[in-house]
């Protein structure tokens, strides 16, 4: 089962729209707190409706990287390569950064590889939600999990 990883997620109803996209591509999801936000299953499952998903919570970035062997893609606006340009494996961690901020430079250091997606000249970013949906769908096309 692919995974999928939030640092520092921010806002409640980006992380249960996230859950939501897990669930429907088949992914793994890794929280890294502390979270923005209150942990309410209320506010999250706003987003998230009645979809489940494997869900896993870890205290810090450390406990996170103890316990979740494998290959880190960092998905980051500064990323080097393309999301279709980079070959996935189903054993990959896709990790997606804080809304506000991305990650700090020593996760972007830890990262296996860092990439973006493509967006139309101008464009700054997608939500994060949108881009792990987007994201989970690729690495679903390419490794057929």
Request: aromatic residues 6%; hydrophobic residues 45%; negative net charge.
């Amino acid at each position: 089962m692919p995974k999928l990883a939030l640092y520092q997620p921010e806002i409640a109803a980006n992380l249960g729209a996230i859950i939501r996209s897990a669930a429907c591509f088949g992914a793994e999801l890794h929280v890294i707190e502390p979270c923005g936000f209150p942990w309410r299953e209320r506010e999250i499952g706003k987003a998230a409706l009645d979809y489940q998903t494997t869900l896993v919570r870890h205290v810090d970035w450390d406990a996170f990287r103890r316990d979740v062997p494998g290959r880190l893609v960092l998905m980051t606006t500064r990323g080097s390569a393309s999301l279709y340009e980079e070959t996935f494996t189903a054993d990959d961690i896709v990790l997606m950064g804080q809304e506000s901020a991305g990650v700090p430079p020593h996760i972007h250091e830890a990262a296996d590889a860092r990439i973006r997606i493509p967006l139309a000249p101008g464009a700054r970013s997608l939500n994060v939600g949108v881009a792990a949906a987007v994201t989970l769908s690729e690495l679903r096309r390419q490794t057929g999990w």
